[in-house]
């Protein structure tokens, strides 16, 4: 039994957006994505950080999730930026329960729990008050007050956090979610939505006591991250 992380698949076999036009590591991707996860086995759990499919909707994600729900094992999804498809848990539940998707789950204001660690997150936002606008203001702090609910219900479990936005890169650190963080005693974070020459950006390692990791697809090489 393991965990694994991987974010940014980009799926588009329902939208007409693949990522091969970009060249480079994303040549191939779907092939690339089908062998990397061929490592997840049936009692493994894996957690997919956001920007999963390119749809605008449910409907035209279904081939997309089709394919995400024969990834073996327990499927955990949060919400990324470009994550079009998402509307609410109850429409995501119905739509599951209508295409016998019966491994996938969402990652919101909630958590799950594998062995003695909760896994938490959210997908996190940009923000910088000098260059925001008061929609911006209202996401993110709609997003920081997802997190700690999801860290709430987790208890005096060892937490596990997963945000699609990086919380810090080099540049930028999101105070409000490291504040979190620390508040939280979470001591491992994970992120994606980095890609190609951003890359470069990523800020892995310890910070402050935290322990953060890119997993976006192209990142990991299309291979999941093996967490615990």
Not at 60 to 77: H, L, M, S, T, Y
């Amino acid at each position: 039994m393991a965990l694994y992380a991987i974010g940014d698949l980009h799926l588009c076999l329902g939208a007409s957006k693949p990522m091969d036009i970009f060249g480079g590591a994303w040549l191939g991707y779907m092939d690339k994505l089908a062998e990397g996860m061929s490592v997840i086995g049936p009692e493994d759990t894996t957690v997919l950080l956001g920007d999963l499919s390119w749809a605008l909707d449910l409907e035209g994600a279904k081939a997309d999730f089709q394919w995400i729900n024969r990834i073996p094992g327990r499927k955990i999804i949060l919400k990324g930026n470009h994550d079009y498809w998402w509307s609410t848990a109850a429409k995501f539940q119905r739509f599951c329960v209508e295409n016998g998707f019966d491994n996938l789950h969402l990652l919101n204001n909630n958590c799950f729990f594998y062995e003695e660690w909760a896994i938490c997150g959210t997908r996190g936002w940009f923000f910088e008050e000098e260059k925001s606008g008061e929609h911006d203001e209202k996401v993110f702090r709609r997003e920081l007050m997802r997190l700690e609910a999801s860290l709430k219900a987790a208890g005096d479990a060892r937490k596990l956090v997963f945000l699609h936005y990086p919380p810090r890169y080099k540049g930028y650190a999101c105070r409000e979610i490291l504040d979190l963080l620390e508040q939280y005693a979470v001591r491992r974070c994970f992120y994606g939505h980095l890609h190609g020459a951003s890359h470069k950006l990523a800020m892995e390692g310890l910070w402050d006591g935290v322990e953060f990791r890119l997993v976006s697809a192209d990142y990991l090489r299309f291979c999941p991250l093996s967490v615990i």
